[in-house]
């Protein structure tokens, strides 16, 4: 099966912190992308990415940056934590493949800044 | 831009009936949609996606969706509805010609109960 880790279930940070999410996918998918979820908002894309080293804005890219240095692995980071970012974080992986496209997703982070 | 919508917050029904999770979607071009359901305390999961072909496409745990052309929509159905289908489902809509880009709706809270 495939497998999207996320390193963390739950974080907590302060204001002002900068945070870094890990994302490890095991399929080797070219596409990776975060989004974050919010009660009566759904799932906003934050950014993505379609190769290594690559990557794209999404909806909702302010506050974020993220790097992809290996196939793998994609990481979220908060420059400057705000309480306006507290949020579930998901990770998910993918292909551009026709019939074989979708996307697995992580079991999330669950972040709350204070 | 492409967009979906899922006009219900939360649908209620009774184990043994039928279910339709309702979603209407906005695009440009032929649509890419897609189905996935969220448990408590984990990421999402696919369910099935509409590409093209059959308007009625079947997916996993039962569930099958509708895709209307004229109506935009993609409703999620399942002629018996079980206590253990009870979740959060989301109604995504990926760009033309592919690609895991996708946007998701806000959600709908299925709540099947004895």
């Known amino acids: 099966d495939v497998k999207v880790t996320q390193s963390s279930r739950y974080l907590v940070k302060r204001t002002g912190e900068k945070v870094f999410l890990e994302c490890v996918q095991d399929?080797?998918?070219?596409?990776m992308f975060w989004y974050r979820q919010d009660p009566g908002l759904g799932l906003r894309l934050i950014y993505f990415?379609?190769?290594?080293?690559?990557?794209e804005k999404g909806d909702i890219p302010e506050g974020y940056s993220v790097s992809r240095e290996k196939k793998e692995r994609f990481s979220l980071i908060l420059e400057s934590a705000s309480t306006n970012q507290t949020s579930m974080y998901l990770c998910a992986s993918g292909v551009s493949d026709g019939p074989n496209e979708k996307l697995f997703f992580g079991s999330g982070t669950q972040l709350s800044v204070l | 831009a492409q967009s979906v919508a899922q006009p219900e917050d939360q649908v209620n029904v009774a184990e043994g009936n039928p279910l339709t999770v309702k979603c209407t979607y906005s695009?440009?071009?032929?649509?890419?949609l897609f189905w996935y359901v969220q448990y408590p305390n984990r990421g999402l999961q696919f369910l099935l996606k509409?590409?093209?072909?059959?308007?009625l496409v079947k997916g996993s745990y039962g569930f099958e969706a509708e895709f209307n052309k004229s109506q935009t929509s993609f409703h999620l159905k399942k002629p018996s509805a079980l206590v253990s289908d009870s979740a959060l489902y989301f109604c995504a809509v990926g760009p033309t010609g592919g690609g895991n880009k996708l946007t998701f709706g806000t959600g709908t809270q299925l709540k099947v109960e004895l």
């Open positions: 695009v440009s071009g032929n649509p890419y």
């Open positions: 509409y590409i093209t072909g059959d308007n």
């Open positions: 990415s379609y190769d290594v080293k690559m990557k």
């Open positions: 399929m080797d998918h070219e596409n």
